[in-house]
């Protein structure tokens, strides 16, 4: 894929994003985190208190881990419920174009 249009800011943010969703939700280090986007530790810092601010990660001064905060668990809310809906969408649509009568006991 071409990086002819990549905002190179924002592919430092997925990618400490992407890490810490990756690493089990655990969290990391500033230091961790700066090494997977390959950028300097002040640079990482500045990145990761703009994604706190916007509320996407959280600093854990217990443990001194940068954690994904709770908007993803509204952001996952989200998403299920759409994928919900369109799953209900595209059941009705067979069912009206098949004729066939829904059975709760098999799914279908």
Excluded: C
Excluded at 30 to 54: F, G, V
Excluded at 81 to 107: C, L, S, W
């Amino acid at each position: 894929m071409s990086n002819q249009y990549e905002v190179k800011s924002v592919t430092k943010a997925v990618t400490i994003i992407t890490a810490l969703a990756g690493n089990n939700f655990k969290g990391m280090t500033r230091e961790q985190l700066a090494a997977k986007a390959e950028i300097t530790n002040p640079a990482a810092y500045r990145m990761l208190k703009t994604l706190e601010r916007h509320g996407w990660v959280r600093f854990r001064e217990k443990t001194n881990l940068w954690t994904l905060d709770t908007v993803w668990a509204k952001f996952s809310y989200a998403y299920d419920r759409a994928t919900a809906q369109r799953h209900n969408e595209v059941d009705e649509e067979y069912f009206r174009m098949t004729g066939e009568a829904f059975n709760h006991a098999k799914g279908r």
